[in-house]
């Protein structure tokens, strides 16, 4: 099995936290902000967890300044241009806090080719994915009972059980990720098993958009449901090595195709142009995700 470089191991673990530490606070923020008040303890909880992961999130962010490749600054899954935004209003409209100051931060990150990976800093990630390991432990356990809770009807929350399934299934591949970088090994994972996750995801997303739109936004959910179907058929060709190929263009095209719907809905919610249930917060998620994918699938092509 081949080992990673301090280079590779630093690089690595620098962009799957700086990815996933902001999608966790997020996951944690939709938590708090979903639950009435009668659920105190779990609204603690949630907004506890979500501070831990804002702090180490912006100790990342002062380690990946240079360190990380121009790509994944490019994709605009760390940050998008209307993140920042997302965050004013979502943060004004339910009262739960965020640190924007990260964004702020992130907004600046510059990639150097000729970065210096030293061994002190290789330290320094060891343990960044320690702490963010230990947290996850704790987001998973809040998350597994959610979801416990809420299917013996005990909690009410306005999150679908399937996106708290959802939202658990991306802490488990988190988590999966560091485990292998903390080996000095990239997660053992194919190429097929990366398309049949997200694109997975993505499928849901659609489903989740469509649910959350009002019946009256018929155009949108219309198009919300044919990108599910997409993604379904796309599931349904079983992906293997003969197909890889094949299944890789096909996720290339519906990716970007929802790439740019939930680019314009994120668009249309900050400007307050579409009836929904849907948070700004949410649309910026879920636009990320697409670009992390989508940087995925052209890195393999």
Known sequence: MYLLSRKEFIQISLEINL????????????????????????IDEA????????????????????????????????V????????????????ASLNME????????????????????????????????NLLEEVIEL???????QLECKTFTTLYPLLIEHILREAELY????????????????????????????EEHAEFIDGLLDPTEEELKET?????????KILEENCNRSNQKEILNESLKATENIKNFKRAGTEGLLACKIRSIIIPLLGDHVLREANHYLRILKEVK
């Open 19 to 42: 990815f996933f530490q902001r999608i966790m606070k997020e996951h944690l923020f939709f938590i708090e902000t979903s639950l009435p008040p009668v659920n105190e303890a779990k």
């Open 47 to 78: 907004d506890i967890l979500k501070k831990s992961f804002e702090s180490l999130l912006a100790e990342t962010v002062i380690f990946g300044n240079c360190a990380v490749r121009n790509e994944v600054l490019e994709s605009n899954e760390l």
């Open 80 to 95: 998008t241009p209307f993140t920042l935004k997302a965050e004013e209003i979502s943060s004004e409209l339910t009262g």
């Open 102 to 133: 990260i964004t702020e931060a992130e907004y600046d990150l510059r990639s150097d080719p000729n970065f210096n990976y030293t061994e002190w800093l290789e330290e320094k990630i060891c343990n960044i994915n320690m702490r963010s390991m």
């Open 143 to 149: 998350k597994k009972e959610l979801l416990k809770s």
């Open 175 to 202: 988590m999966e990720s560091l485990k292998s970088l903390q080996n000095r090994k990239l997660p053992n994972r194919t190429i097929c098993d990366d398309m049949n996750f997200w694109n997975q995801i993505m």
């Open 224 to 232: 919300a449901e044919e990108l599910a179907e997409t993604f379904e």
